[in-house]
Protein backbone atom coordinates (compact mmCIF):
# COMPACT_ATOMS: atom_id res chain seq x y z
CA UNK A 1 0.00 0.00 0.00
CA UNK A 2 2.59 2.28 0.86
CA UNK A 3 4.70 1.47 -2.26
CA UNK A 4 1.75 2.34 -4.49
CA UNK A 5 0.68 5.54 -2.66
CA UNK A 6 4.42 6.76 -3.67
CA UNK A 7 3.90 5.73 -7.46
CA UNK A 8 1.12 7.65 -7.70
CA UNK A 9 2.54 10.67 -5.69
CA UNK A 10 5.22 9.95 -8.67
CA UNK A 11 2.79 10.25 -11.77
CA UNK A 12 1.07 12.97 -10.27
CA UNK A 13 4.43 14.81 -9.78
CA UNK A 14 5.74 14.23 -13.34
CA UNK A 15 1.59 14.79 -14.73
CA UNK A 16 1.92 18.98 -12.71
CA UNK A 17 5.24 19.30 -14.36
CA UNK A 18 4.11 18.18 -17.90
CA UNK A 19 1.28 20.58 -17.47
CA UNK A 20 3.56 23.32 -16.72
CA UNK A 21 5.83 23.25 -19.58
CA UNK A 22 2.89 22.81 -21.38
CA UNK A 23 1.49 26.29 -20.27
CA UNK A 24 5.06 27.80 -20.71
CA UNK A 25 6.19 26.63 -24.73
CA UNK A 26 3.36 28.58 -26.45
CA UNK A 27 1.59 26.33 -29.16
CA UNK A 28 3.71 25.69 -32.51
CA UNK A 29 1.41 25.92 -35.60
CA UNK A 30 2.82 23.26 -38.76
CA UNK A 31 3.03 26.06 -40.88
CA UNK A 32 5.47 28.31 -39.15
CA UNK A 33 8.65 26.60 -40.48
CA UNK A 34 7.31 28.01 -43.40
CA UNK A 35 7.48 31.50 -44.26
CA UNK A 36 5.18 32.87 -47.44
CA UNK A 37 5.96 36.38 -48.12
CA UNK A 38 3.98 37.33 -50.69
CA UNK A 39 4.68 40.39 -52.91
CA UNK A 40 2.27 43.00 -53.77
CA UNK A 41 0.68 42.89 -57.96
CA UNK A 42 2.45 45.85 -60.26
CA UNK A 43 0.81 46.26 -63.40
CA UNK A 44 3.83 46.26 -66.28
CA UNK A 45 3.53 48.70 -69.06
CA UNK A 46 5.05 47.26 -72.13
CA UNK A 47 7.12 50.15 -74.40
CA UNK A 48 5.60 50.82 -77.64
CA UNK A 49 7.67 51.95 -80.51
CA UNK A 50 6.99 55.43 -81.46
CA UNK A 51 4.26 56.04 -84.55
CA UNK A 52 5.41 58.10 -87.34
CA UNK A 53 3.01 60.76 -88.09
CA UNK A 54 2.44 62.03 -91.21
CA UNK A 55 1.32 65.43 -90.90
CA UNK A 56 0.51 67.32 -94.76
CA UNK A 57 2.07 70.54 -93.16
CA UNK A 58 3.26 72.93 -96.53
CA UNK A 59 7.02 74.07 -95.42
CA UNK A 60 7.03 75.77 -98.71
CA UNK A 61 3.81 77.43 -100.64
CA UNK A 62 4.24 79.71 -102.91
CA UNK A 63 1.97 81.51 -105.54
CA UNK A 64 3.49 81.53 -109.05
CA UNK A 65 2.16 84.23 -111.82
CA UNK A 66 2.84 83.30 -115.47
CA UNK A 67 2.59 86.15 -118.11
CA UNK A 68 1.12 84.85 -121.29
CA UNK A 69 0.68 87.38 -124.43
CA UNK A 70 2.22 87.94 -127.85
CA UNK A 71 6.17 88.71 -128.04
CA UNK A 72 6.62 90.27 -132.07
CA UNK A 73 10.48 91.54 -132.81
CA UNK A 74 12.96 91.94 -135.35
CA UNK A 75 16.85 90.19 -136.57
CA UNK A 76 18.95 92.76 -136.46
CA UNK A 77 21.41 90.45 -138.37
CA UNK A 78 19.63 90.97 -141.53
CA UNK A 79 18.18 94.47 -140.61
CA UNK A 80 22.52 95.50 -140.72
CA UNK A 81 23.91 93.32 -142.79
CA UNK A 82 23.31 95.54 -146.01
CA UNK A 83 25.57 98.05 -143.84
CA UNK A 84 28.69 95.94 -144.95
CA UNK A 85 27.36 93.92 -147.75
CA UNK A 86 26.55 95.56 -150.66
CA UNK A 87 25.24 92.16 -152.15
CA UNK A 88 22.67 91.88 -149.77
CA UNK A 89 19.24 93.60 -148.16
CA UNK A 90 16.94 92.17 -145.86
CA UNK A 91 14.75 92.36 -142.75
CA UNK A 92 13.12 89.66 -140.93
CA UNK A 93 10.37 90.17 -138.34
CA UNK A 94 9.69 87.42 -135.50
CA UNK A 95 7.07 86.57 -132.85
CA UNK A 96 5.47 83.81 -130.82
CA UNK A 97 2.33 83.10 -128.72
CA UNK A 98 2.30 81.27 -125.38
CA UNK A 99 -0.03 78.97 -125.64
CA UNK A 100 0.94 77.02 -122.45
CA UNK A 101 3.52 76.91 -119.97
CA UNK A 102 5.97 74.72 -122.58
CA UNK A 103 4.69 75.60 -125.54
CA UNK A 104 4.75 78.68 -127.55
CA UNK A 105 3.37 79.28 -131.34
CA UNK A 106 6.29 80.72 -133.49
CA UNK A 107 6.09 82.29 -136.60
CA UNK A 108 8.65 84.54 -138.89
CA UNK A 109 8.16 87.03 -142.32
CA UNK A 110 10.38 88.41 -144.11
CA UNK A 111 11.90 90.08 -147.10
CA UNK A 112 15.21 89.74 -148.93
CA UNK A 113 17.23 90.55 -152.14
CA UNK A 114 20.28 88.88 -152.53
CA UNK A 115 23.12 88.59 -155.78
CA UNK A 116 25.30 85.91 -156.08
CA UNK A 117 28.66 86.26 -157.79
CA UNK A 118 29.49 83.11 -158.40
CA UNK A 119 32.76 81.94 -161.22
CA UNK A 120 30.24 81.41 -163.70
CA UNK A 121 27.33 83.16 -163.46
CA UNK A 122 25.91 86.65 -161.56
CA UNK A 123 22.08 86.18 -160.66
CA UNK A 124 19.86 87.81 -158.04
CA UNK A 125 17.08 86.50 -156.14
CA UNK A 126 14.40 88.84 -154.61
CA UNK A 127 11.00 87.73 -152.55
CA UNK A 128 9.33 87.19 -149.19
CA UNK A 129 8.54 83.75 -146.82
CA UNK A 130 7.20 83.15 -143.97
CA UNK A 131 7.84 80.10 -141.34
CA UNK A 132 5.18 78.93 -138.48
CA UNK A 133 5.49 76.22 -136.05
CA UNK A 134 6.17 76.20 -132.31
CA UNK A 135 8.96 76.43 -129.88
CA UNK A 136 9.29 74.38 -126.63
CA UNK A 137 10.63 75.34 -123.49
CA UNK A 138 12.77 73.57 -121.34
CA UNK A 139 14.44 75.91 -119.16
CA UNK A 140 13.41 75.81 -115.73
CA UNK A 141 12.78 79.92 -114.37
CA UNK A 142 13.09 81.07 -111.12
CA UNK A 143 9.92 82.81 -109.75
CA UNK A 144 9.99 85.96 -111.85
CA UNK A 145 12.21 85.28 -114.32
CA UNK A 146 10.74 84.38 -118.11
CA UNK A 147 13.93 83.77 -120.10
CA UNK A 148 13.87 80.65 -122.79
CA UNK A 149 16.06 77.81 -123.88
CA UNK A 150 13.93 76.60 -126.78
CA UNK A 151 13.60 73.40 -129.72
CA UNK A 152 11.14 74.09 -132.49
CA UNK A 153 9.78 72.57 -135.46
CA UNK A 154 8.94 75.25 -138.81
CA UNK A 155 7.45 74.68 -142.06
CA UNK A 156 9.01 77.70 -144.66
CA UNK A 157 7.44 78.89 -147.52
CA UNK A 158 9.10 81.28 -150.00
CA UNK A 159 7.60 83.42 -153.10
CA UNK A 160 10.48 85.31 -154.96
CA UNK A 161 11.55 86.14 -158.55
CA UNK A 162 15.15 85.48 -159.76
CA UNK A 163 17.22 87.62 -162.35
CA UNK A 164 20.31 85.98 -164.54
CA UNK A 165 22.82 89.27 -165.15
CA UNK A 166 25.85 86.97 -166.78
CA UNK A 167 26.84 84.01 -167.27
CA UNK A 168 30.43 81.73 -168.67
CA UNK A 169 29.82 79.21 -171.15
CA UNK A 170 32.15 76.02 -169.82
CA UNK A 171 34.66 75.66 -171.61
CA UNK A 172 36.54 72.25 -171.00
CA UNK A 173 40.00 73.04 -173.33
CA UNK A 174 40.57 76.27 -172.47
CA UNK A 175 43.52 76.33 -174.74
CA UNK A 176 42.59 80.20 -176.01
CA UNK A 177 42.10 81.31 -172.59
CA UNK A 178 38.61 81.39 -170.77
CA UNK A 179 35.46 82.65 -173.37
CA UNK A 180 34.19 85.88 -171.98
CA UNK A 181 30.84 86.60 -170.05
CA UNK A 182 27.97 86.96 -171.94
CA UNK A 183 25.36 89.51 -170.26
CA UNK A 184 21.97 88.75 -169.92
CA UNK A 185 18.89 90.42 -168.81
CA UNK A 186 16.56 86.76 -168.16
CA UNK A 187 13.80 86.98 -165.66
CA UNK A 188 11.76 84.73 -164.11
CA UNK A 189 9.18 84.90 -162.19
CA UNK A 190 6.74 83.25 -159.63
CA UNK A 191 8.89 80.37 -158.62
CA UNK A 192 8.35 78.82 -155.18
CA UNK A 193 10.07 76.95 -152.29
CA UNK A 194 9.20 74.94 -149.36
CA UNK A 195 11.43 73.59 -146.54
CA UNK A 196 11.34 71.99 -143.16
CA UNK A 197 13.68 73.64 -140.43
CA UNK A 198 14.29 72.44 -136.74
CA UNK A 199 15.30 75.89 -134.57
CA UNK A 200 17.42 75.91 -131.60
CA UNK A 201 17.14 79.18 -129.50
CA UNK A 202 17.56 81.15 -126.92
CA UNK A 203 16.02 84.34 -125.43
CA UNK A 204 16.56 86.61 -122.39
CA UNK A 205 14.98 89.07 -120.67
CA UNK A 206 17.48 92.29 -120.42
CA UNK A 207 15.23 94.81 -118.88
CA UNK A 208 11.41 94.62 -118.19
CA UNK A 209 9.21 92.96 -121.23
CA UNK A 210 12.64 93.71 -123.73
CA UNK A 211 13.87 90.33 -124.84
CA UNK A 212 17.56 89.68 -126.78
CA UNK A 213 18.02 86.12 -128.79
CA UNK A 214 19.94 84.01 -130.81
CA UNK A 215 18.54 81.00 -133.09
CA UNK A 216 20.16 78.56 -134.78
CA UNK A 217 17.94 76.54 -137.83
CA UNK A 218 18.63 73.49 -139.66
CA UNK A 219 17.05 73.29 -142.99
CA UNK A 220 15.48 70.47 -145.10
CA UNK A 221 14.20 71.71 -148.78
CA UNK A 222 11.57 69.40 -150.02
CA UNK A 223 10.23 71.50 -153.00
CA UNK A 224 11.92 73.70 -155.00
CA UNK A 225 10.07 75.63 -158.73
CA UNK A 226 13.46 75.90 -160.81
CA UNK A 227 13.28 77.89 -164.36
CA UNK A 228 13.87 75.94 -167.21
CA UNK A 229 17.46 76.17 -167.59
CA UNK A 230 18.93 78.22 -165.08
CA UNK A 231 18.83 76.81 -161.13
CA UNK A 232 18.15 78.68 -157.93
CA UNK A 233 21.32 79.51 -156.32
CA UNK A 234 19.55 81.62 -153.56
CA UNK A 235 16.22 80.81 -151.83
CA UNK A 236 14.52 83.90 -149.58
CA UNK A 237 14.48 82.74 -146.02
CA UNK A 238 16.16 79.02 -146.80
CA UNK A 239 19.92 80.23 -147.83
CA UNK A 240 21.99 79.45 -150.29
CA UNK A 241 21.18 75.90 -152.45
CA UNK A 242 23.96 75.02 -154.50
CA UNK A 243 25.51 73.05 -151.14
CA UNK A 244 22.76 70.70 -151.73
CA UNK A 245 19.03 69.85 -149.38
CA UNK A 246 20.37 71.49 -146.68
CA UNK A 247 20.94 75.17 -145.11
CA UNK A 248 21.64 76.85 -142.30
CA UNK A 249 20.85 79.70 -140.85
CA UNK A 250 20.70 82.21 -137.65
CA UNK A 251 19.45 85.09 -136.59
CA UNK A 252 20.30 87.52 -133.48
CA UNK A 253 16.89 89.01 -132.18
CA UNK A 254 15.47 92.03 -130.03
CA UNK A 255 11.74 91.68 -129.15
CA UNK A 256 9.19 93.05 -127.10
CA UNK A 257 6.70 91.00 -124.88
CA UNK A 258 3.01 92.30 -124.81
CA UNK A 259 1.06 90.42 -121.75
CA UNK A 260 -2.17 89.66 -122.48
CA UNK A 261 -3.47 88.13 -119.63
CA UNK A 262 -2.20 86.05 -116.59
CA UNK A 263 -2.60 82.44 -114.70
CA UNK A 264 -1.39 81.74 -111.03
CA UNK A 265 -0.60 78.13 -109.93
CA UNK A 266 1.02 77.29 -106.54
CA UNK A 267 3.73 75.53 -105.75
CA UNK A 268 3.54 73.63 -102.24
CA UNK A 269 5.88 70.68 -100.73
CA UNK A 270 4.86 68.81 -98.60
CA UNK A 271 7.08 67.57 -95.45
CA UNK A 272 6.80 64.68 -93.49
CA UNK A 273 7.15 65.00 -89.83
CA UNK A 274 8.69 62.22 -87.87
CA UNK A 275 8.76 61.82 -84.05
CA UNK A 276 11.85 61.07 -82.62
CA UNK A 277 13.28 57.23 -81.52
CA UNK A 278 13.04 56.63 -77.52
CA UNK A 279 15.72 54.51 -76.50
CA UNK A 280 14.90 51.48 -74.93
Do not use: C
Not at 12 to 28: H, M, T
Not at 167 to 178: F, L, S, T, V
Amino acid sequence: MKHTLTFISSISLLFSVFLGYAQDVPEISKNMDTIVTKKPKTETVKATKPQIQETQAPIDSVVKTDRYGLRVGVDLYKLTRGIYDKNYKGVEFVGDWRLTKKYYLAAELGYEDKTTEDDRLTSSATGTYIKAGFDYNFYQNWLDMENLITIGLRGGFSSFNQELYSYKIYNPNPYWGELPAISTNEKYSGLTATWIEVALGLKAQVVKNVFVGFGVQLKLLTTNKEPNNFENLYIPGFNRTYDGSFGIGFNYTVSYFIPIYKKKTMASEVAKKVEPKKKK
